[in-house]
């Protein structure tokens, strides 16, 4: 096992693409609401596609593609989620950049209910796009503890306050570390699986 597993090239995860039932609604949400640019725009084996960033250095971060069928069942664990995207994340730099974008929120939607979530090892929003996909807006935390962890998040707190009541949550949980050390034993960890 080990034998293949070692024959495989490092890469790293880079984008993706979603379908849609109404790319133009999906486009304005991405470039209004999330600010994304639109790089091109075309389409391609049947398919109207729109190449969505917000960095110079992906020509495309998100792809929105026509077709997808209109009522699609729901997640059967729970609604919250799509029937297959689980999640799409996106992360911010720092917690006042986490802040500044839940005023823009708030400003911008106020019909949007965010979910505010302490994962000990991140702090997160989440929100649905125009068609239900669950997005998570998240900071790391300096720490690791097993997941998952879903707490409460307070933004309205000092940064002070939520540091301290988030190192409080992650050393409640199993297997505490501060972040880097996590990072050094999981590497390792990779490295051993491809040694
Ligand atoms: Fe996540």
């Known amino acids: 096992m080990n034998e293949v597993i070692a024959r495989v090239p490092h890469f790293r995860f880079s984008h993706m693409g979603l379908c849609t039932s109404d790319i133009g609604r999906m486009e304005r949400f991405y470039v209004d609401m999330l600010g994304f640019t639109v790089t091109d725009r075309g389409n391609a084996l ?4 729109v190449f969505l960033s917000r960095d110079p250095m992906d020509h495309h971060q998100i792809v929105l ?7 699609l069942p729901a997640n059967t664990a729970n609604p919250m989620f799509g029937p297959c995207i689980n999640q799409i994340s996106f992360a911010l730099a720092d917690l006042p950049a986490l802040k500044a974008f839940d ?3 708030r400003r ?16 997160s929003i989440y929100l649905h796009d125009p068609e239900r996909n669950f997005l998570e807006f998240f900071v790391d935390t300096p720490w690791y503890c097993a997941q998952p ?10 940064d002070d306050e939520i540091l ?5 949550l992650a050393r409640e949980g199993s297997s505490f570390s501060p972040i880097a050390d996590w990072r050094v034993a999981i590497r ?8």
Request: glycine share 10%; with cysteine; hydrophobic share 40%.
């Open 46 to 49: 049947g398919c109207d596609l």
């Open 65 to 71: 593609g026509t077709g997808r069928p209109a009522d």
């Open 103 to 105: 005023a823009h929120l």
């Open 108 to 123: 911008r939607c106020p019909a949007v209910a965010p979910l505010y979530a302490n994962h000990g090892t991140a702090w």
């Open 149 to 158: 962890v879903f707490e409460p998040l307070d933004l309205g707190l000092d």
């Open 164 to 168: 301290a009541r988030t190192e409080r």
């Open 188 to 195: 390792s960890a990779m490295d051993a699986r491809l040694a």
